[in-house]
């Protein structure tokens, strides 16, 4: 089978949208835009015998750039999108689709599936980290709502992937970062979800422990409906520092809201029922700036991590994001998917915008500031992780998991074809 149908090379008048992703830009040797799954194994075998690098693309949204590649193969599953509802809320998604469109689709059956903050972001890549979203506490992971996935493998067969069917595939396929085969498709539960209270309460920030303290403490006694995120903000240009509070809650009741309304001076709110499709967001990536983040789960946010968060954000230019865990992500077995840290409580995510010039010394200051922070973590979620360098990929991985992914690989991808990711080595 040619390639030539799906192919965009340079001079093609594609060519520079095609190369281009939210976090990156490169020069691929050819783009090639699947249609089928039989199309997906025919590029495939145009990279082997080509001998030409392979990256897998679905919402392009990785903040190294895996789902681009200079001098190679991009495989970019955005025509693979689509969304078909089949019975009692089963529902299949390409994974070339984003997660508005997919939401949007899935609201005209009254049906939503827990996944990121973001319109843009893919479903291929998001499942594969795991996926934490705004019902992350109700309905656990998006992984934990995946009951089964098409794959084209290394070999370039199409096969599924189920808790009955290539069981040590699926495993891996549920927090494994992309490293086993090329999603086509998933199947998910999707559950009855049609609208959420969704907004933010702003507090002012006089006293960053005592608010991070406040928050901890009203979300370990909160439903599973309530999932929160508070982002310490600094000042930046006209925007002053705050702390904004995001709520989702999956309840009429808006009772569970009160304990955090307590944890600080609110200074603004514009909590309202919304359709679960207006909770995500349009991606404003940051401009003119060199981002450094770093992501720790953490089992406790407990005295001294809320003494090292307010100590980092003091030393500016630094947003901290603590998202809430817990509820039914917490129940799942840590040896049931390839995502192992389920004790943790919460999600430290902290972005440093340097300027685009700062040297070597700058950016490892940077980084030396999130190990303050990060040092108390678990382990790292590999969605927001922004390097990849041999500490980077241990953190996301316990020992017994990493062994087990390798065993997967081992059997799924022998010779490594997929390895623009958060490579599990076979
Ligand atoms: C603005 C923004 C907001 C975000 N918000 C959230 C959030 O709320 N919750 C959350 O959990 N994460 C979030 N993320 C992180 C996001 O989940 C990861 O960046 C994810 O990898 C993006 O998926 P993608 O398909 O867009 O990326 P891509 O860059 O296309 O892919 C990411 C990785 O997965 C591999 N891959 C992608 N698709 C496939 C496939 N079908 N088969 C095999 N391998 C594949 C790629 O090769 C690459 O290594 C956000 C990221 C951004 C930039």
Excluded at 21 to 32: F, G, I, K, R, W
Excluded at 85 to 102: E, K, Q
Excluded at 185 to 206: K, R
Aim: glycine share 10%.
């Amino acid at each position: 089978m040619t390639i030539e149908h799906i192919a965009i090379r340079p001079g093609d008048a594609d060519y520079d949208e095609a190369r281009t992703t939210l976090t990156s830009t490169a020069e691929p040797t050819v783009v090639l835009r699947p249609m089928t799954p039989e199309d997906v194994a025919a590029s495939l075998r145009h990279a082997a015998t080509e001998g030409l690098p392979l990256a897998i693309r679905s919402g392009g949204h990785n903040a190294l750039g895996f789902g681009n590649i200079d001098g190679g193969v991009v495989l970019d599953l955005s025509r693979l999108d689509q969304v078909e509802v089949l019975d009692a809320g089963r529902v299949r998604i390409g994974a070339g689709a984003t997660w508005g469109p997919a939401a949007a689709a899935l609201a005209e059956h009254g049906l939503a599936i827990t996944s990121g903050d973001t319109v843009s972001v893919g479903v291929g890549g998001l499942t594969q980290a795991g996926g934490i979203g705004w019902l992350v506490r109700k309905h656990g992971l998006t992984i934990d709502n995946l009951l089964a996935a098409e794959v084209v493998t290394a070999a370039g067969d199409v096969v599924r992937a189920s808790d009955t069917e290539n069981a040590d595939l699926f495993w891996a396929l549920r927090g494994g970062a992309g490293n086993f085969g090329v999603v086509t498709a998933f199947e998910f539960q999707a559950q009855p979800v049609s609208a959420v209270q969704f907004g933010t309460i702003t507090f002012a920030l006089d006293d960053v422990a005592q608010l991070v303290k406040g928050w901890v403490a009203a979300m370990r006694d909160a439903p599973d409906e309530l999932t929160t995120t508070l982002v310490l903000m600094p000042g930046f240009g006209d925007f002053p520092a705050g702390a904004i509070l995001y709520v989702c809650l999956d309840a009429e009741d808006t009772a569970a809201l009160e304990p955090l309304r307590a944890i600080g001076t609110v200074v603004a709110e514009d909590v309202s029922e919304r359709p679960y499709t207006d909770v995500l967001e349009e991606a404003h990536p940051p401009e003119g700036v060199l981002p450094v983040i770093g992501n720790t789960l953490v089992e406790s946010v407990d005295e001294p991590l809320i003494d090292a968060i307010a100590t980092a954000y003091a030393a500016g230019g630094r947003v901290v994001f603590l998202r809430s865990l817990g509820g039914a992500f917490g129940r799942v077995d840590p040896a049931a998917t390839a995502f192992a840290h389920r004790n943790a409580e919460a999600l430290v995510v902290s972005a440093a915008f340097l300027s685009p010039d700062s040297t070597e010394d700058q950016i490892a200051a940077a980084r030396s500031v999130w190990r303050t922070i990060g040092d108390h973590g678990l382990g790292s979620y590999a969605g927001f992780l922004g390097s990849d360098t041999a500490d980077d990929i241990a953190a996301l991985w316990p020992g017994e998991t990493w062994e087990r992914l390798r065993q997967v690989k081992r059997a799924w991808d022998p010779e490594n074809t997929f390895r623009r990711n958060f490579n599990v080595t076979p």
